[in-house]
Every structure is written in C-alpha cells, then in structure tokens.
C-alpha cells in the first residue's frame, strides 16, 4: 500500500475540483458532501486506506507541535492540486490559501472539528486566511491546494 493508492482513491474528486468554484465554498463544500460523503463506502475506503498508511509509517510520519503531517503527491502527479495529509489535535501554523483550499476531514478520536467544521468537506476561498484548529480530539484532514499554492507565515 502506498499514496499511490489514496492518489487513485481521491482521483475522482481531484476531477471533480477542476470544475468547482472554490470562490464559492458554501456551495462547494455542498457538492462535495453530496458528491462524496464520508459516511459511505468512498468515505470507509479513505479512512481503511489512511489507517493503514499510518500503520505502515508513510502517511503523516513528521511531527511538529500538536500534529502529525506528510506530503502525499505534489500537483502533478494530482491533477493539479497537492495533497497533504495532517493529524491534528490543536492548533497548526497560520497560513493563507493562495488559491483557495479543499479538506477532507475525518474524524480520527472523541468529536473533533476542524475550525467549526464536524467530519465531512470544507472549502476555503481563493485568498482566506486562518490557523487550522482542531478541537474535541483527532482529526486526518486531506488538505487538496490547487496548484500547491499556500503562504506560510514567516517567522
């Protein structure tokens, strides 16, 4: 197993993000919860494959602060967006999403939620800004970044 296989697993809404408008993301994050909800198989797949990442050490294996993280593909080999994989149980470092950002959260221990949002999709427009937070436990969020684009703050 490898990231090769969640690549392939998270293809069809890599597809998908080519014709959403993240600029919308009340509207985006709609079509994603209807398109690929987290509670069906799609959702039940991506977690057996991420628990087993986890397992085998490739997925999230560097640590900083109150998270774990990995890169899973750069974006060309995702169609044009980088994926990132962080569990996190407080909060990361500020950032601004360049091009908008797209989370598949799920949730890992107790009842987490990731800045307001509970297991599912959230959609962060093209310029916003935050410090990623998870409360209540664990969660795995997928960061998808069109074109990798993020502004990290500087120290």
Not at 22 to 49: I, N, T, V
Request: charged share 25%; hydrophobic share 40%.
């Amino acid at each position: 197993m490898s990231a090769e296989n969640l690549i392939d697993k998270l293809a069809p809404v890599l597809e998908r993000l080519q014709k959403l408008n993240l600029a919308e993301p009340g509207a985006a994050k709609e079509m994603l919860d209807l398109e690929f909800p987290l509670h069906s198989e799609f959702g039940e797949q991506l977690r057996e494959l991420a628990t087993q990442g986890l397992q085998e050490g490739w997925l999230c294996g560097k640590e900083a602060g109150p998270s774990r993280f990995s890169r899973v593909a750069k974006p060309e080999a995702a169609r044009g967006f980088s994926i990132d994989a962080v569990m996190l149980w407080g909060d990361g470092p500020w950032h601004r999403h360049v091009k908008g950002e797209v989370n598949c959260m799920l949730a890992w221990e107790g009842d987490p939620s990731f800045c307001g949002f509970k297991e599912g999709w959230a959609v962060f427009e093209p310029g916003s800004q935050h410090v990623p937070s998870v409360k209540g436990g664990k969660m795995l969020i997928f960061y998808l970044l069109p074109e990798g684009a993020v502004e990290w703050k500087k120290a």
